[in-house]
């Protein structure tokens, strides 16, 4: 995987070297809290993000969840797109994620290219186009979402996410 997440081979990385089997031996019993943790920090963004949608400079849509099943929020990736107003040359994606690096907020966009158009699955050829696909991985970010976030770091994403939606970008 050179660079970071464009694949030219097919493979995969299965090893579990004694040092990660010992700390998913003390982590594994607090499972059930981490998920919690996880699934709370979750619930808070999407409740404070709610507000983003339908916005003309920037439109920024929080995670679909279902009453009747559960997620435990490995990540929490959001979707940022271009209102109806957006002027700038940029992707709202990229000028967020660099909002937020600024103000020492990691954020990652992971997989930018979608699994149909890697090298590794597409030999000799031009790929098929999936435009739903193609347009989400130009708009997802992921946020920090980790178990012992506290609310101050929470309180930070959410605030620093607020007032990139409320700058004029155009």
């Known amino acids: 995987m050179a660079p970071k997440y464009y694949h030219r081979t097919i493979g995969g990385n299965f090893r579990l070297d004694a040092l990660q089997a010992a700390l998913l031996g003390v982590k594994l019993p607090h499972l059930a809290e981490y998920c919690t943790r996880r699934q709370r920090h979750a619930c808070l963004y999407t409740q404070r993000l709610q507000a983003l949608r339908d916005r003309d400079q920037v439109e920024i849509l929080t995670p679909v969840t279902h009453a009747d099943r559960t997620h435990i929020f490995n990540q929490y990736t959001v979707r940022v797109r271009r209102g109806p107003c957006w002027r700038?040359?940029?992707?709202?994606?990229?000028?967020l994620r660099q909002w937020l690096a600024e103000r020492g907020i990691a954020s990652e966009v992971y997989y930018p290219v979608p699994v149909h158009a890697q090298e590794c699955f597409r030999p000799g050829g031009p790929y098929a186009a999936l435009p739903a696909t193609d347009a989400a991985a130009n708009e997802v970010l992921s946020l920090p979402v980790f178990p012992e976030m506290t609310a101050e770091e929470h309180g930070a994403v959410v605030t620093a996410i607020l007032e990139f939606a409320g700058a004029r970008h155009g």
Do not use: C
């Open 88 to 95: 700038h040359t940029q992707s709202p994606r990229d000028l």
